[in-house]
């Protein structure tokens, strides 16, 4: 007897790991999941997981994208927000799923284009991992070169920054080294659990504009003050 895809259940929070899967099997494995569900998919030569997330977790993934998005709005940089989109790469054997990723040096590349494809374009500036339970680690971020992975386990926003093929955690973000946006996002995001989304972006947006006009720093991409 064949086990069928359909027959397995992943509770929220929890994840099934599949050994031995071939990249083959991972492609029809994602066409059976389709691209309107909550699981998560990630595989890196050969092992797959697929995780469901807590509510929870959509929670804080959801407010952790609105910050990134009113930084850059705020900053006056052009991003693209791709969300949970798969990239892989059959070449490096590797897939991944993030919460929420960015374009953001990167824009000008992929504008406006309906497939990424890692085989000619880059991966995304800066991907978003909500760990709220303990989750296999792959290193496909770091296979996949994206450049900047931010992890938030429910207390604290960790920037892990690519140097020489590994990332580093680091104090300072690759895509706002003007700001200590790790501190920043930690606050504002508990902070919304008891004021609202809101409230809580509209002070964000507030604590970016005084944050450059009171230390006179310059916009990253055009060098002009802000």
């Given at each position: 007897m064949q086990l069928e895809l359909n027959q397995l259940i992943v509770p929220p929070g929890h994840q099934l790991l599949l050994q031995d899967v071939s990249w083959?099997?991972?492609?029809?494995?994602?066409?059976?999941?389709?691209?309107t569900r909550a699981a998560r998919v990630s595989y890196s030569k050969g092992l797959l997981e697929i995780m469901?997330?807590?509510?929870?977790?959509?929670?804080?993934?959801?407010?952790?994208?609105?910050?990134?998005?009113?930084?850059?709005?705020?900053?006056?940089?052009?991003?693209?927000?791709?969300?949970?989109?798969?990239?892989?790469?059959?070449?490096?054997?590797?897939?991944?799923?993030?919460?929420?990723?960015?374009?953001?040096?990167?824009?000008?590349?992929?504008r406006g284009k309906k497939r990424i494809d890692l085989n000619f374009d880059p991966p995304p500036d800066l991907a978003i991992e909500i760990d709220l339970t303990t989750?296999?680690?792959?290193?496909?971020y770091e296979v996949l070169g994206v450049p900047e992975l931010w992890r938030y386990d429910g207390q604290k926003l960790e920037i892990?920054?690519?140097?020489?093929?590994?990332?580093?955690?680091?104090?300072?973000?690759?895509?706002?080294?003007?700001?200590?946006?790790?501190?920043?996002?930690?606050?504002?995001?508990?902070?919304?659990?008891?004021?609202?989304?809101?409230?809580?972006?509209?002070d964000f947006r507030k604590w970016v504009r005084e944050q450059f006009k009171t230390r006179g720093y310059r916009d990253t991409q055009t060098g002009r003050p802000i």
């Open positions: 083959q099997m991972f492609e029809k494995i994602l066409e059976e999941l389709g691209e469901t997330p807590l509510p929870e977790h959509e929670d804080d993934k959801v407010i952790i994208g609105d910050l990134v998005k009113a930084l850059l709005e705020e900053l006056d940089i052009e991003f693209r927000s791709l969300g949970s989109t798969t990239f892989k790469s059959q070449k490096m054997q590797q897939g991944l799923e993030a919460d929420d990723c960015f374009y953001i040096q990167n824009e000008a590349v992929i989750r296999t680690r792959f290193n496909n892990n920054v690519l140097k020489d093929g590994k990332y580093v955690e680091s104090d300072t973000s690759y895509n706002f080294p003007q700001l200590p946006i790790g501190e920043a996002i930690t606050n504002y995001v508990e902070q919304s659990k008891i004021l609202g989304r809101n409230v809580i972006v509209r």
